[in-house]
């Protein structure tokens, strides 16, 4: 039996393909620490970065989160954590990201909604530690690549009683 | 370093030297597991413990369930509109009445076998009744009931009957920063909604050290400064600011602003768009208070721990921070933040904005105040340094706040708690320095 894709068929998955991709370059960016390539190749200008607090779900109009960046402040995230200047990553963690279950929720021509779940494993300073969540991006379409606009995180831990911190960008 | 300084003295853990102007603390207090037992009994089991705020239970049937001192308990407000703290613990058989952190009832019901108490924590509902003789009362299996009392909105619990002080005699020189505060709104200061929980691999006193100590700040914190600066933070309009003791284990630091004050004090880095806003809220302070207490209120940042384990850090955002021992070696970190009920929307958003920007797990100065105790933690295994120094001050009638007066008032009321001194009052009042009397 042979499986013939409608030309619909073919384009949703060449569509899904290039979004993995496009995902698990910015998980090797970041886990090589090429983060002013991140800031500049994969967001948009008005990139918005949050990581809401673990102890509500559903991200509640006026919570406080863990992390809230416009770009200006993640601007200055990456800056801090390539100057040397977070001592809490200096020397810098190891860290390893694991991207599955892209899934495709809109498109709307121009931008996607898209879900991911991650696993980000950080080494350093003599711990190590597994950050779990479930990460939603609206990207922007840019000819056949794509920029972030979006970039939620939400951890599925009860608290980061274990890790302590979160000094990544994860 | 001298030898004479290593060499132990007795076997006292906290040697406070007020003629060599010398205050060192045996590293043993941070790493020793019969001490971390110790200070269970002897603290946490006998002080008035921070267990929330007021606005968390904001109407009837409203409750929180959370862990103080080690033991689970819920605060609720009832139907009556009081709020009480209860053991979270069946009088049954023990499971948790109450396994959601947070949420509104009318009653909570055991899962275990249905039994169900009212909000008000009395035992409203066993099932199967004729299995208790005529000897069974519902009224003695009510819910266990904490002795707690609320100041300005801060609700504290104590698990010693016999503490002799109110809350109030409790927070001694306290009270005056959390009237500095609940003060800033005319309706009444809220938690915001989202808390911060987190932890650190080190002792919880490393944590309440810490927060009042600003001699670090310049050095462990200087990607943060710079930050602020290139955001438009002025430096502050006048100098100064003191640490000072204010009794029973609390001390506070109070200083001009480094940067900015969302109530009320602006710089540059807020934006011209809400400097009006800013400026009439500072204005109307004027005008309720007089300028002087305004200025105390709006215009200055203030950090104060209240013994044992509560931080209040009011300065860009205001910050409760909650620490729980977990043995010698590991803290509980519970942070939320404090701000005026009636906010204008977009300087809530500023406050918020600017928290983040400091504080909890991913703000720009926190996660390197865990790492770097969790680095003493660490450096205290090479037990050849047996002493920690906490003198800086000694010297002065009126500490900067670079200095470490408040640190060595939590140490002093842990020493006479670990010895069970607390029950001569006039040691809490200790003569010979004028700088170290408490306020
Ligand atoms: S333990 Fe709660 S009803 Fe039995
Ligand atoms: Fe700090």
Redesign the interface.
Known sequence: MTIELTVDDAARVRLWHRVSQFLFREARLLDEWRLVEWYDEMLTGDIRYS??????RGE?A???????DDAA?LR??VE?LLNG????ENPRSRTNRMISNVEILTDRGSHLDVAANMVVYRFG???SDAYVGKCRFELVVEGESFRIRRRVVVLDH??????????IIL | MTIELQRPVGDRIVIDDLERLSFRVDRRAYTDEDLAAQEMTRIFDRCWLYVGHESEVPGPGSYVARDVGGRPVVMARGSDGVVRVFANSCTHRGALICSQPSGQARSFRCPYHDWTFSNQGDLVGVPIPDGYGPGFRRADFGLAQHRSESYRGFVFATFDPEQPRTLPEYLAGATEYLDLIDDQSEVGMEVIQGAQLHGARANWKLMMENSVDIYHFRALHKRYVGYMESLGSVPPRRRGGFGCALGLGHGANELPPAAARPLAYWTPMFGAEVRPRIEATAARFVDRFGPERAERITGTNRAVLIFPNLMIIDAIAITIRKIDPVGAGQMAITSVALAPRDEDPDIRELRKSHYLTFLGPAGFATPDDIEIIESCQRGYLNRTVRYSDLSRGMNKEIPETTDELPAREFWRQWDRLMHDDDAHPDLARRAGMPGEEPR
């Open positions: 990581v809401p607090a673990t102890d509500v509640p006026g919570a406080l989160g863990l992390i809230d402040r200055q995230r801090q200047e977070v001592w809490c300073h003599g711990r009860e608290t980061l009683y274990e890790h302590g911190k979160l000094s």
